[in-house]
């Protein structure tokens, strides 16, 4: 498994343009797999802007973008980019039946022992690996995003991952020049028991009406130094992949991570944040890297 040339990605949203963009910029063959062209194209047309940004400030030249570029597939068509793929990355929405039902699918496509990661925020990665034959080869590989600028991966081995399964994770991490984390398979994993219980805080704190959105949100930048304050941090995640940690959590682990009522009523309102335009904040583009945020929402 050392000698991996091809990886499958599959989703092609938020997270999974940035992982194929990330193991395409480190050598590896990518298909990307969605499942519609318009999602794909966005997806591709994103990583172009991505890598020209990338050329225009002198980080690679033209001639490593166009290889990087060529290194990447978008396709719609799942057999075709597993069958040869020598590890697989799953970034479709959290969902533990979704995601159940694509490795048990994926598993039939793959060659025997091929690894079967998931960027899961917070689901079991034993129960999805149940779905598949020897369920040793699964493991969870949580990004964060942005991919190809955070540092940090969280390495999840289930009960019944292989050690072979770890370590070759682990030298993958390495290879595309991320710091591996490693995390026990329980909810929420290491930092998604922080984050979502920061999140849902701000969204109470603005639900009962201590303070407007911005500043709450200026309240974590200038005095804890946070890079994003925690309300601009789920629009950029997604209001709804906030919302399915924070149910799922709430169910695993407790009270304490009871969704906001106010994230609730955002999300049923189809606020999912800057994909969709408006979340906390509005958005004037709903491509996400390119979206300048333009008032509250809220
Ligand atoms: N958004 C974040 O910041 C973030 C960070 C870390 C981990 N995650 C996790 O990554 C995963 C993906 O999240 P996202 O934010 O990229 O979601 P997203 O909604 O932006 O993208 C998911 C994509 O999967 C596609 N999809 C759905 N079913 C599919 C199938 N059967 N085959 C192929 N494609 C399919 C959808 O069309 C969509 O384009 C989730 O498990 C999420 O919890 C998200």
Known sequence: MENFSEVAVIGAGIMGRGIAQLCAQSGFSVYLVDLDDEILSQGIGEIQSAIQRMTDKGKISSEEAGKVLKRIKGVTDLDAAAADADLV????????????????????????????????????IAQIARATGPPDKVIGLHFFYPVPVIEGVEVI??????????????????????????????????????????????????????????????????????????????????????????????????????????????????HYGRKSGKGVYGYESTIRNKSAKTDTVV
């Open 89 to 124: 990355i799953e970034a479709v929405p959290e969902n533990m039946e979704l995601k159940s039902r694509l490795f048990r699918d994926i598993d039939k496509i793959c060659r025997p022992n091929v690894i079967l990661a998931t960027n899961t925020s917070s689901l079991s």
């Open 157 to 270: 081995p289930s009960l019944l991952t292989s050690e072979e399964t770890v370590s070759s994770t682990m030298n993958f991490v390495k290879t595309i020049g991320k710091e591996p984390l490693i995390s026990r398979d329980f909810p929420g994993f290491i930092v998604n028991r922080l984050l979502p219980a920061l999140i849902n805080e701000a969204f109470n704190l603005l639900w009962q009406g201590i303070a407007p959105a911005e500043e709450i949100d200026k309240a974590c930048t200038l005095t804890l130094r946070h890079p994003v304050g925690p309300l601009a941090m789920a629009d950029l995640i997604g209001l709804d992949t906030v919302l399915s940690v924070l149910e799922y959590l709430h169910g695993e682990l407790g009270e304490k991570y009871r969704p906001s009522p106010l994230l609730k009523q955002l999300v049923k309102a189809g």
